[in-house]
């Protein structure tokens, strides 16, 4: 069974940029995850998915983050435009019930 | 919200040593799951365990709810369990499904 897998692994971008994560969790979870590691800082939770809607959106940062996650499946992360404190690694995680499984996570840095 | 603090912060062993890891959490909870982040910067799932006990090999994890912490304990250790171990928690409710994460314990075993 495949695990968690998002895309890409690194990118690099300038300020005012915009980039695009995405996730794809493991096949039948409901449930999918966005956290975030930002230098020196805890990871911290961003929102939490069931299916294709929202449950929780509670931790998204301010309106420049824009979650998606089409059909239930994927999800896509949108940072538009990136300020230089949106670096860091992100993490994207699914469950069906219990344990959270992670992905590798994207590393961004916004120059 | 929940706090969760962990301790050490740092441990240096030498390979064959035994450690113990802790995690403090200032709320009942509905999930708590360890995680070992490897070089690579994955966030590989050790255990979940909300509560009791589970062993997995050289790992085990207690987990005791009532007083409001976890235990990981490492027997043995090798160089390849250098990294960083992190316990995170879901307090259910309102926040079902959203892991808070202690500050995480840097582990080196050296050879």
């Known amino acids: 069974e495949a695990g968690v897998t998002q895309f890409p692994s690194h990118s690099v971008i300038e300020k005012g940029q915009t980039v695009t994560l995405r996730c794809d969790p493991i096949?039948?979870?409901?449930?999918l995850y966005w956290y975030r590691r930002v230098m020196g800082k805890e990871i911290k939770f961003l929102l939490h998915f069931v299916k294709e809607s929202k449950q929780d959106e509670s931790g998204m940062p301010n309106n420049r983050f824009l979650a998606e996650r089409t059909g239930g499946t994927y999800s896509t992360l949108k940072v538009q435009p990136a300020e230089l404190e949106d670096s860091g690694v992100y993490f994207c995680?699914?469950?069906?019930?219990?344990?959270?499984?992670f992905g590798p996570g994207t590393r961004l840095l916004v120059l | 919200g929940i706090q969760v603090e962990q301790s050490p912060p740092d441990l240096i062993l030498q390979e064959g040593a035994n450690s113990t890891l802790r995690c403090n959490f200032s709320?009942?909870?509905?999930?708590l799951q360890w995680f070992h982040q490897n070089p690579w910067g994955q966030l590989i799932n050790l255990f979940y365990?909300?509560?009791g006990t589970k062993q997995n090999g050289r790992l085990s994890a207690t987990t005791v709810a009532t007083e409001r912490y976890s235990l990981l304990y490492i027997s043995s250790s090798q160089t390849t369990d250098s990294g960083v171990y992190f316990c995170?928690?879901?307090?259910?409710?309102?926040?079902?499904?959203?892991?808070?994460f202690g500050q995480g314990t840097i582990l080196t075993v050296h050879p």
């Open positions: 365990i909300p509560s």
């Open positions: 096949s039948g979870h409901d449930n």
């Open positions: 995680a699914s469950s069906q019930s219990g344990t959270q499984y």
């Open positions: 709320d009942s909870v509905n999930n």
């Open positions: 995170a928690v879901d307090a259910g409710g309102t926040s079902y499904g959203k892991l808070t």
